[in-house]
């Protein structure tokens, strides 16, 4: 019998890509008016998502690791954008400045951050079948003002975040945590996610059923990792939830 629902929240339940694409747009303008200089604002934008997405090089790897340690994800993002800016066009912003910029991409961002359509609607129906638990990845820094933009934690009775945890999906640490908040055993679960690596490698490890959102990503056979189920877009999970309870 199915008792609990574990979710992740970016792809999955936020259409995190598309509130990304919106700031990346303003911030590639807000770039330009900042530096005052001909540049290719939108090669920033992309560059910064990527770094703040931790898709470095091992030299990044290698200089941001210990910022983040020492000063925080707020300082790894500052030094990030002073770094792009000077590494590719040879430009110095102070910290002030670059700042300025990280905040802003923030503010953007969460202004266009929201639910999928009908998942909020989803949630709210579910919640009366099901313990609803979140467990997403990220840092406090950036995913506790997502869960508060769309007031998560009105519609699920538990949220887990990666950042305040001692290991991230797809640690099983992570998963029995869930599992002891939602009071059941790993077979009465399903975990929902967009992740291969994270999502469903982690709930397959812990024995927990897999529910994959593909969007437009092509099953990686190098992985090795086969979801239980798959839906392409967040919008089936509804049906798919109800089959997997009959």
Known sequence: MLKALFLDMDETLCDTYSANEKAKQKMARNVTDKTGAQIDGHWVADAYVDGIYRRWSQTQHDRYMPIIE?????AFRVQLIQDLLLDK????????TAKTLQDQFDHDRLQAFDFYPGIAEFLTEARKLFTLVVITNGPEHSQIPKIEVVKLADYVDHIIIGGQ???QKPAQSIFAKALKLANCEAHEAIHVG??????IQGA??????????????PLDAELGINPHHTVMHPSEIPAMINRLQE
């Not at 020492?70 to 707020?74: I, T």
């Not at 066009?89 to 002030?96: A, G, L, M, R, T």
């Not at 967009?194 to 999502?199: G, V």
């Open 70 to 74: 020492q000063h925080g994800e707020r």
């Open 89 to 96: 066009f040879q430009i110095s912003v102070s910290n002030e």
């Open 165 to 167: 945890e001692p290991e």
């Open 194 to 199: 967009d992740s291969l690596a994270t999502d």
């Open 204 to 217: 397959q490890n812990s024995g927990i059923t897999s529910l994959w959102i593909q969007h437009q990503q």
